[in-house]
């Protein structure tokens, strides 16, 4: 998964695990992808029936405004004028209100579903969360923005189309002035976005900066949170430091950017897997209710030893007592970091105990390597981590997170045998998004 913002990614999924009731989900266009098009492929569809009509506008000069994407909202209306109400209508029934099957669902919007979010807010007006839900959720549009209010008041599971419902073609969003008639006109849904906004921590995903209304849409949530401590998230496809510096600036929201590795962008259902898999084991009932309780060094090393037969398979597995201290040893059987770090934390996994005799872990991950003459060759010692007992039990017992873990150990690069003058340094390791929230 390639997250550009590492830290804000791991704040974010720490936060979410810690109190999942305090998110709300702000849906855009790219979730209900490939199913229901882009905003770009929706212009061009328009464009090419508006110039069946009386279109006053250069074709080139619109395509390269929307291939940048750019005017957005005003090349919508310039559209919609050109091709009358009735023909408008009729196409975006036939794009937004088709029917399919459970089925055909994107995987980013199963993701999101398997989450089970209280409230989602969507620009979109298709009926993906309809059936994606199951029929669970009580869909609102700002026509009904009161009731929508007392569904989000009492906690009951429901989706706020704030730009309108294709089943209902009056309450459609598109075009600048429709936009400006709902935000400046609509008390009661106006009034209903500022509850949300400054009492929930918004989650945007599926959106780009050049999705229209999002601009308005972040100065409407940056005027609300004024001086409040709520900061919201925002999961875009942009790999520009620059552009992501200063969009955080220019709307106080924290930006988790990642680059697609394909056209699909798979890196957003991992971005939303990363979220459910904390979550899901939180429902789980923890294994081996039973507390062990450990007095003696001994029955320490016999009990640590044995639960590692069951992980570490084929591979070699040491465990050393001393001064308050367990140092546990083995021998990697993973190719990649991200093997390693799991390998690592199944070892972490097995302080599920009670004991009064441990204060601190050291595990120290060995290499795989013919034996050698040389003896900093056969077996060299690839990392070292550490971290305090408690902090080891409290993820062993689901108390804490993957991800809140890994921030708590540190992580060393360790001393030459042959070398006596090489001193253990301090490095970082970071975790591979990949395994966040992988435990069983």
């Given at each position: 998964?390639?997250?550009?913002?590492?830290?804000?990614?791991?704040?974010?999924?720490?936060?979410?695990?810690?109190?999942q009731?305090?998110?709300?989900?702000?849906?855009?266009?790219g979730?209900s992808?490939?199913?229901?098009?882009?905003?770009?492929s929706?212009?061009?569809d328009f464009?090419?029936?508006?110039?069946?009509g009386?279109?006053?506008?250069e074709?080139?000069?619109?395509?390269?405004?929307?291939q940048?994407?750019?005017?957005?909202?005003?090349?919508?209306?310039a559209?919609?004028?050109?091709?009358?109400?009735?023909r408008?209508r009729?196409?975006?029934?036939?794009?937004?209100?088709?029917?399919?099957?459970?089925?055909?669902?994107?995987?980013?919007?199963?993701?999101?579903?398997?989450?089970?979010?209280?409230?989602?807010?969507?620009?979109?007006?298709?009926r993906?969360?309809?059936?994606?839900?199951?029929?669970?959720?009580?869909?609102?549009?700002?026509?009904?923005a009161?009731?929508?209010?007392?569904?989000?008041?009492?906690?009951?599971?429901?989706v706020?189309?704030?730009?309108?419902?294709?089943?209902?073609?009056?309450s459609?969003?598109?075009?600048?002035?429709?936009?400006?008639?709902?935000?400046?006109?609509?008390s009661?849904?106006?009034t209903?976005?500022?509850s949300?906004?400054?009492?929930?921590?918004?989650?945007?995903?599926?959106?780009?900066?050049?999705?229209?209304h999002?601009?308005?849409?972040l100065?409407?949530i940056?005027?609300?949170?004024?001086?409040?401590?709520?900061?919201?998230?925002v999961?875009?496809?942009?790999?520009?430091?620059?552009?992501?510096?200063?969009?955080?600036?220019?709307?106080?929201?924290?930006?988790?950017?990642?680059?697609?590795?394909?056209?699909?962008?798979?890196?957003?259902?991992?971005?939303?897997?990363?979220?459910?898999?904390?979550?899901?084991?939180?429902?789980?009932?923890?294994?081996?209710?039973?507390?062990?309780?450990?007095?003696?060094?001994?029955?320490?090393?016999?009990?640590?030893?044995?639960?590692?037969?069951?992980?570490?398979?084929?591979?070699?597995?040491?465990?050393?007592?001393?001064?308050?201290?367990?140092?546990?040893?083995?021998t990697?059987?993973?190719?990649?970091?991200?093997?390693?770090?799991?390998?690592?934390l199944?070892?972490?996994?097995?302080?599920?105990?009670?004991?009064?005799?441990i204060?601190?872990?050291?595990?120290?991950?060995?290499?795989?390597?013919?034996?050698?003459a040389n003896?900093?060759?056969s077996?060299?010692?690839?990392?070292k981590?550490?971290?305090?007992?408690?902090?080891a039990?409290?993820?062993?017992v689901?108390?804490?997170?993957?991800?809140?873990?890994?921030?708590?150990?540190?992580?060393?690069?360790?001393?030459?045998?042959?070398?006596?003058?090489?001193?253990?340094?301090?490095?970082?390791?970071?975790m591979?998004?990949?395994?966040?929230?992988?435990q069983?």
């Amino acid at each position: 998964m390639a997250i550009n913002t590492q830290k804000t990614f791991l704040e974010l999924v720490t936060s979410y695990h810690a109190n999942q009731g305090k998110f709300v989900f702000f849906v855009g266009a790219g979730l209900s992808q490939p199913l229901f098009p882009s905003w770009e492929s929706l212009l061009k569809d328009f464009l090419e029936q508006a110039k069946e009509g009386e279109f006053p506008h250069e074709e080139d000069e619109i395509i390269d405004f929307i291939q940048n994407g750019e005017n957005y909202l005003d090349i919508a209306e310039a559209c919609v004028n050109a091709m009358g109400p009735s023909r408008y209508r009729d196409i975006m029934e036939k794009i937004f209100d088709k029917d399919f099957s459970e089925s055909e669902v994107p995987e980013s919007y199963k993701a999101l579903m398997k989450l089970c979010p209280k409230t989602i807010i969507t620009t979109n007006y298709d009926r993906l969360p309809e059936v994606a839900g199951r029929g669970k959720y009580r869909i609102n549009t700002h026509k009904n923005a009161p009731e929508a209010s007392r569904f989000f008041a009492d906690g009951k599971s429901s989706v706020y189309k704030m730009h309108g419902d294709i089943t209902d073609q009056s309450s459609i969003v598109l075009t600048t002035s429709d936009y400006q008639e709902i935000i400046n006109n609509n008390s009661s849904a106006r009034t209903l976005l500022t509850s949300m906004l400054s009492t929930k921590i918004l989650i945007f995903v599926g959106f780009s900066l050049s999705d229209p209304h999002v601009d308005v849409i972040l100065d409407n949530i940056k005027s609300i949170n004024n001086g409040m401590p709520l900061s919201h998230y925002v999961l875009l496809n942009e790999d520009s430091s620059f552009k992501i510096s200063s969009f955080e600036r220019k709307y106080g929201v924290k930006v988790i950017s990642y680059t697609p590795s394909d056209p699909s962008h798979p890196e957003v259902v991992e971005f939303l897997r990363a979220l459910y898999h904390e979550v899901g084991n939180q429902r789980e009932q923890i294994h081996n209710s039973e507390q062990v309780q450990i007095t003696s060094p001994e029955k320490l090393i016999s009990h640590i030893s044995d639960a590692a037969e069951k992980i570490i398979l084929g591979s070699g597995f040491s465990a050393f007592y001393s001064n308050s201290d367990i140092y546990l040893s083995f021998t990697t059987s993973g190719e990649t970091k991200s093997e390693t770090q799991k390998e690592i934390l199944s070892i972490i996994k097995l302080m599920n105990f009670n004991s009064s005799i441990i204060q601190n872990i050291h595990v120290y991950v060995m290499a795989q390597t013919p034996p050698s003459a040389n003896f900093d060759e056969s077996q060299p010692i690839l990392i070292k981590a550490e971290t305090s007992f408690l902090n080891a039990r409290k993820y062993a017992v689901k108390e804490i997170s993957t991800s809140t873990i890994w921030e708590l150990m540190s992580f060393f690069t360790p001393a030459g045998l042959s070398n006596v003058f090489q001193q253990e340094e301090k490095v970082v390791f970071p975790m591979s998004t990949g395994i966040i929230g992988e435990q069983s």
